[in-house]
C-alpha cells in the first residue's frame, strides 16, 4: 500500500496533471479518475494497468478498492475496481461496460494550420473538449513552425497524446484522431466528405444562420498567425470551400477556430438544445 507521506515538489506537478484525469459524473455525482486504455476491454476482464496510469493512481494517491472509468476510444466506458496496488503495478477488475456517448450530433472537423507555441496545443486541447471529431493540421504558407521527417511524426504524436488527455478530462469516450501533417493543397485534394466545408476568413460575407439546413457532417478550416495568403485562400474556394466570417473583429488563430467550433456547436450542435 502506500504511504501518507507529503508530495515532494515534483509529484505535485504531477498530481496537478493527474487532476485533470478526474471528472465529476452526473450518474454518481462524485469525483472518477478516468484513464484511456490502448488495449481492448471487457467486462470480468482482470487488467494489469500500464506504467503511465499506475503512476498517475499514485500520485492521486488511490487505495485498493477505489472505483474507477476505463475507455478505450472506440466508445462507452467501463467501470473498474482498483484490485491490487504495489509501487510499480496496479491490478483492476472491470465489472461492467456503460453505452454511454458525450459525441455532438454533429460531426465536426477542424483543419488547423500549424501555429506556434502552445496555440496548437491549446486549440487541439480545448477543440476536444468542444466536440471536435477528427483534427488535420495544415503546414501553410505562413505557418511559423515548420515541420517534417521525424520532427513532423513526433509533434503529430505529441498532440495525439494531448487528445487523449484531454478526452479523459472531458468525459469522451470516443477519441478523436490527430492526422499526418500535409500541406493546403494536399488537403485540398482530399475532397473530404461534408455537407458544410466552411472556411475562416477576414474576407467572408456569410454566416453560420445562412446556411438553409443544419449539417450532419461539417468541416472548419482556420489559418495560421497571420491568416492563409490569398493564394491559398483562392485555392481554397476554388474546391469549393465556403468563406466564414465570425463578426467584423480580427481574431488570433487560436480564437478563431474555438470561436467556429462553439458557434457550430450553439447553432446546430449539443449546445442548442
Not at 95 to 121: C, H, K, N, Y
Not at 139 to 159: I, P
Not at 247 to 252: A, D, K, Q, S
Request: one cysteine or more.
Amino acid at each position: 500500500m502506500l504511504s501518507n507521506l507529503p508530495l515532494a515538489k515534483d509529484e505535485l506537478l504531477q498530481l496537478q496533471q493527474s487532476k485533470q484525469n478526474t471528472v465529476i459524473t452526473t450518474d454518481f455525482q462524485y469525483a472518477m479518475p478516468r484513464f484511456f486504455i490502448e488495449d481492448a476491454l471487457m467486462t470480468g476482464q482482470n487488467l494489469s494497468l500500464p506504467d503511465t496510469v499506475v503512476r498517475h493512481i499514485q500520485v492521486l494517491r488511490l487505495k485498493e478498492g477505489d472505483n474507477l472509468t476505463l475507455f478505450n476510444g472506440q466508445g462507452g466506458e467501463y467501470q473498474a475496481c482498483l484490485t491490487t496496488l504495489h509501487k510499480r503495478e496496479a491490478l483492476c477488475e472491470i465489472l461492467r461496460f456503460d453505452d454511454i456517448t458525450r459525441e455532438s450530433p454533429v460531426w465536426l472537423g477542424l483543419a488547423q494550420a500549424i501555429s506556434s507555441g502552445d496555440r496548437m496545443e491549446f486549440t487541439l486541447q480545448k477543440g476536444v473538449e468542444m466536440g471536435v471529431s477528427l483534427f488535420q493540421p495544415i503546414a501553410a504558407e505562413r505557418s511559423v513552425v515548420k515541420l517534417s521527417g521525424d520532427r513532423a511524426g513526433k509533434r503529430v504524436q505529441r498532440w495525439q497524446e494531448i487528445v487523449q488527455s484531454a478526452c479523459e478530462q472531458c468525459g469522451r469516450n470516443t477519441l478523436p484522431q490527430v492526422l499526418p501533417i500535409l500541406s493546403l493543397s494536399e488537403w485540398l485534394q482530399q475532397q473530404v466528405e461534408a455537407d458544410a466545408r466552411l472556411i475562416l476568413s477576414p474576407l467572408g460575407t456569410q454566416k453560420l444562420a445562412d446556411i438553409a439546413s443544419a449539417p450532419k457532417r461539417a468541416w472548419l478550416m482556420a489559418g495560421p498567425e497571420g491568416g492563409y495568403s490569398q493564394r491559398e485562400e483562392a485555392a481554397a474556394l476554388d474546391a469549393g470551400w465556403t468563406p466564414l466570417k465570425l463578426g467584423p473583429r480580427i481574431l488570433r488563430t487560436e480564437t478563431a477556430a474555438l470561436a467556429a467550433v462553439a458557434a457550430v456547436q450553439a447553432v446546430w450542435g449539443d449546445y442548442c438544445g
